[in-house]
């Protein structure tokens, strides 16, 4: 054999016999690496980055209990469908979250209002009409101190349904047109 040929297969030889191969930089290509042959001890710490994995590579199965901290949530990241049911409790809510624009039209119901919460500060002028005072709920403490007993026994007279006048109080002056010409009609 040519001496060239059996030095060529001894450097071979102990080529393949060496613990460590030294290989030129660049010549183990990807085609020469083994299925599965890198192994998670064969990868350098921080070796492998953000632009090294593919799109949808890691999934809820690799990230460890507790990794998602609300510091590794992107802004706005959290929708209304990641939400679960009743997951948002009062402990939740920021202080003045929830204002009237959040409430929904109706949301706010009579069993909804703290007895005494709605203060005089909270009724709008003129809110308070006839028709939503209870009877006998207006007493004369309640009452202007400025009318006199005449006004008020007026308006009770007025409210009373039947005018009871003393005889000759009421004067033609006193009269609507309609009812003169009413007792006009009657005489004819």
Not at 44 to 52: C, E, I, M
Not at 96 to 123: C, E, Q, Y
Request: aromatic fraction near 2%; hydrophobic fraction near 45%; charge should be neutral.
């Amino acid at each position: 054999m040519n001496s060239n040929k059996l030095s060529a297969e001894a450097a071979l030889n102990n080529h393949k016999a060496a613990l460590t191969l030294d290989h030129p930089d660049g010549s183990v290509t990807a085609a020469k690496i083994a299925a599965n042959a890198i192994t998670g001890v064969k990868i350098a710490n921080g070796a492998v980055t953000a632009a090294k994995m593919a799109n949808n590579a890691i999934t809820a199965v690799q990230l460890a209990d507790g990794a998602a901290t609300s510091s590794k949530i992107a802004t706005d990241a959290v929708a209304t469908a990641h939400l679960q049911n009743a997951s948002v409790t009062n402990a939740k809510l920021a202080s003045d979250s929830v204002n009237a624009d959040k409430l929904a039209s109706g949301a706010v119901s009579t069993a909804k209002i703290a007895n005494s919460s709605v203060t005089t500060a909270k009724i709008g002028t003129a809110a308070v009409t006839t028709e939503k005072l209870a009877n006998g709920s207006v007493t004369a403490d309640k009452l202007d101190p400025a009318l006199s007993a005449s006004d008020l026994s007026l308006n009770q007279h007025r409210l009373a349904g039947v005018l009871d006048h003393p005889d000759g109080s009421v004067t033609i002056a006193k009269l609507a047109n309609e009812v003169l010409a009413l007792q006009v009609w009657e005489v004819y």
